[in-house]
């Protein structure tokens, strides 16, 4: 009934009080009913008078009036400004006010909106956590104080609350992140040559590390093929205890024999899932990218070195994101100290540079000046 954002609604209390008194006033007169009809009518009546092609849009204050007054007397003979529809919608949106005002919310208020996006991210993120555990971690670490069960109710609102499918096993990622320092990852890739010869490109990283282990090149790919490289990888020097890789034919189920005789447990990742070994992808996409893309192989051997000298810039002089950056092969001199000013070389020293690739990329380091 009342119009959200209307510029008079502060004066509806002065109209209805108005309204009442000259009510008032009309029962002093003889007949009340026919006071009441008149107010009635010249309240439809005063419409007409701004404009006299049409009646002014009736107010909150009008509309309120009219449902009040419509309830002394039969009101359908003289309501002439509305169709009767209307003038009975007032009157339910009227009733809908009044039980929404009267059925509001008593009790504590709702907890700020940012609040309860945390618990749900923190639901939504740790599906193991319940609702003491969330409410610990906002206390302890957050010095936030939310009682469990309000913590509970917010869960119950929300979508299955905030949460992943409830599965007892931890999810992929979180299963590789914490054996990242005992997983390997493989994967082949085709380059082509400038004769046309399609070459396949077999890499083994080390996940935690982000190294490049081995690769190797071969036109004709097989299980045999590929269980050697395994061999020449894995060793009693590494305590290595996962092997992620996809369901290529290449993998064979002699292959994963002989892989877990070696004391390594082999994952295959699901069928068309590229993501699930998504370290080896993004391994195999910086090769095209920083090398492949911009030289072209004669030959086997020729690719045998690019990838070569590759690797070693890849290990040894590339920074990785995923390491804070930092080096898969750290040197004695890395990482350097963090310098006192930002912009400015410690005394002492000069930048030198290493041409990679024909020039294709360059390695920085610092160098002491001799005096």
């Known amino acids: 009934m009342l119009r959200a954002g209307f510029p008079h609604a502060s004066r509806i209390p002065y109209h209805l009080t108005v309204d009442f008194i000259r009510l008032l006033g009309s029962f002093l007169r003889s007949r009340s009913a026919l006071a009441v009809e008149n107010l009635f009518l010249r309240k439809q009546l005063s419409l007409y008078q701004e404009r006299q092609v049409r009646p002014q849009r009736a107010t909150d204050a009008t509309r309120l009036t009219m449902v009040m007054l419509a309830k002394l007397f039969d009101w359908r003979e003289a309501l002439v400004t509305v169709w009767p529809e209307t003038f009975i919608g007032w009157h339910r949106r009227g009733f809908r006010l009044f039980w929404r005002w009267k059925s509001r919310r ?173 370290y080896c992808e993004r391994l195999i996409g910086g090769i095209r990218r920083e090398c492949l893309d911009f030289l072209i192989p004669i030959s086997e051997g020729h690719l045998r070195r690019i990838l070569n000298e590759w690797r070693t810039h890849y290990n040894q002089g590339r920074p990785h994101s995923g390491l804070g950056p930092g080096l898969p092969e750290a040197g004695q001199n890395s990482p350097v100290p963090i310098q006192k000013h930002r912009h400015k070389l410690q005394e002492g020293y000069r930048v030198k540079s290493k041409a990679i690739l024909g020039g294709l990329h360059h390695e920085y380091w610092r160098k002491k000046i001799v005096a």
């Open 106 to 278: 008593i009790g504590r208020p709702r907890i700020p909106e940012d609040l309860r996006g945390l618990i749900l991210a923190m639901a939504r993120d740790n599906p193991t956590w319940g609702q003491a555990r969330i409410a610990n971690e906002l206390f302890v670490k957050l010095g936030i104080q939310v009682p469990p069960r309000t913590i509970q109710g917010y869960l119950l609102k929300d979508p299955n609350g905030g949460r992943w499918p409830s599965d007892p096993s931890q999810r992929w990622m979180t299963f590789v992140r914490n054996h990242a320092q005992a997983m390997l990852a493989c994967d082949f890739f085709v380059t082509v040559t400038t004769r046309f010869l399609v070459l396949y490109v077999f890499v083994i990283m080390e996940i935690g590390t982000r190294r490049l282990v081995h690769f190797n090149v071969t036109a004709h790919p097989n299980a045999a093929w590929t269980l050697q490289q395994f061999r020449e990888t894995i060793n009693d020097q590494q305590d290595y205890r996962f092997l992620v890789h996809d369901r290529d034919s290449n993998y064979s189920q002699e292959l994963d024999l002989g892989v877990k005789a070696m004391g390594v447990k082999v994952l295959k990742t699901p069928f068309r899932s590229p993501q699930a070994n998504s």
